[in-house]
């Protein structure tokens, strides 16, 4: 069996219940996954840099795509710009000068995205940025809102990963649990929805498991488990 890449989301799949405690038993899991030989890439809408550093320090691939696919980080001074922050700040005053209650969440300096609290509708946004023509588009990570640059997505970033790695589609199983991770499903063979993943995420996966989070990471794993040792 050919080594296999995993790509896993962070909140809302390896934290503990969707926060941001880490599961450390689902850590381990990955950590034992990449003892095995295969490839545990993090592709998060969080910073780049807070996944490479997570990967560093939990024994995985340093290599990390964050601000859904904006952004892919392979050290610690080499980061690959694929989104456009400029144009993502120029629609965020537009979307402000229109609607009420915008917040920017703060969170840990983004290089290619804005990110704002949840506090508004996204679909009256999205209608802004539809009438406005504006190059960009809004995503719920069910941590955050996310403006990218048009054309970003978590496929976007992880698929020059791919390259660089010399993977195929076939290789890749994805785990996650929003919206964000449908474009991450698409590119992989086997994708992988934990327990508190919508119905509509559900339905865009090869597989669903029960358990929520981080304890939907360690079932999905024990599921595949016997076709990840025959390597």
Known sequence: MKRKTFA??????????????INLDALNSLRYI?????????????SSVEGYL????????????????????????????????VKCV?????????????????????M????????FDIEKAKRVVEHSKL????????????????????????????????????DVISIGDSDTDIPLFNVSEISIAVGNASDKVKSHATMSVSAHAGDGVIEALDKIAPRLLEI
């Open 90 to 110: 120029d629609a965020l005053q537009v979307i402000r000068s229109q609607l009420s209650d915008i917040v920017e969440k703060p969170v840990f300096p983004r």
């Open 34 to 46: 990449r003892k095995l030989g295969h490839n545990v890439i993090f592709v998060s809408g969080r």
């Open 135 to 170: 190059d960009v588009v809004l995503s719920d990570s069910q941590y955050a809102i996310h403006i990218n640059s048009a054309g970003i997505n978590k496929a976007r970033g992880f698929e020059e990963v791919m390259k660089r790695l010399n993977v195929s589609r076939e």
């Open 112 to 119: 290619t995205e804005v990110v704002l609290e949840r506090t």
């Open 54 to 85: 997570l990967a560093v320090y939990g024994g995985l691939n340093t290599i990390a795509v964050g601000e859904n696919g904006g952004c892919i980080t392979y050290g610690a001074n080499d980061h690959i710009l694929l989104g456009n922050k």
């Open 8 to 21: 896993v989301d962070i909140d809302g799949t390896i934290t503990e219940n969707g926060g941001g405690r």
